[in-house]
């Protein structure tokens, strides 16, 4: 029989008061209604389950079934309820109306293809050719590392950091600097402290350091070395620690550090001097 709009709308409206949030609900009424103006006959009603005809002869039909309350729909196969309660389920709120899922797809009728020309510019993790500039933060290598141009492999180029400090420690951050120019001349030995070291190096690997200490008429030198501020006695290159710097000139230190067990650290040190 044809369905009376009046019994449907009493019957939905009752799950929709009862049903969380209100919106979604009442759109769902109003297509109901809507497709019972534009299509009559379209949707119909029975009195119970057992009523409902074959779902495989009714594909894409909708039936109200009074003493349920609630639209069943055919798929061909099964019928399903088309409750608004059941619809939304256990959908958060902020995901449970069309507005909102369509919402949180940017609103975007082609977002399937959308999200795949955009995957389609990343990097894929098999690797690839990067056409524009790279920056970054940190980088980690377990392979080879190969900087070349169009026509030749390019020297990699370090920033060289500055101070103009002359006496004192000199704390070098590891996290921070690979290569330090002490511009002023010093005026004293100094201690320098190599910081952030254990933080940022795992057991078994290394980091190679230079420090450019510009002398005077009276040269100086690194007197004392320090890890993480625990002074540490270096391996000098030739045998022996130098006792001086050279005057009026850059000595140039070269520091590598060998992590070898937690807070325990390696040092392999030399010193040139350049007049």
Do not use: H
Request: glycine share 8%; proline share 2%.
């Amino acid at each position: 029989m044809a369905i009376n709009i009046t019994s449907l709308e009493s019957a939905l409206q009752t799950k929709l008061n009862a049903a969380t949030g209100s919106t979604e609900s009442k759109e769902f009424l109003l297509l109901t209604k809507s497709l019972e103006s534009l299509n009559s006959g379209s949707i119909v009603e029975v009195e119970n389950l057992a009523s409902l005809p074959s779902a495989s002869t009714n594909t894409g039909r909708i039936i109200f079934v009074t003493s349920e309350s609630s639209l069943y729909f055919s798929n061909g196969s099964t019928w399903s309820s088309l409750d608004p309660q059941s619809i939304v389920d256990g959908a958060p709120a902020a995901l449970n109306t069309l507005n909102e899922l369509a919402a949180a797809l940017n609103d975007d009728a082609n977002f399937a293809t959308t999200v795949t020309n955009s995957i389609a510019t990343k990097m894929p993790l098999a690797g690839g050719t990067f056409t524009g500039a790279v920056t970054g933060t940190n980088l980690t290598l377990t392979g080879d590392l190969t900087v070349q141009s169009a026509t030749s492999i390019r020297e990699v180029k370090e920033l060289v950091t500055t101070d103009t400090s002359t006496s004192g420690t000199l704390n070098f951050d590891m996290a921070a600097q690979g290569i330090l120019y002490l511009t002023s001349s010093q005026t004293a030995n100094r201690t320098i402290n190599f910081q952030n070291t254990n933080s940022i190096m795992a057991v078994g690997q290394s980091m190679t350091v230079s420090v450019l200490a510009t002398q005077g008429g009276t040269a100086y030198y690194f007197s004392t070395v320090q890890v993480d501020g625990s002074t540490v006695t270096p391996k000098w290159a030739g045998g022996s620690a130098p006792t001086e710097g050279n005057a009026s000139g850059i000595d140039v230190y070269t520091f590598t550090i060998i992590k070898t067990a937690n807070a325990t650290f390696t040092v392999l040190t030399s010193q040139t001097q350049y007049a």
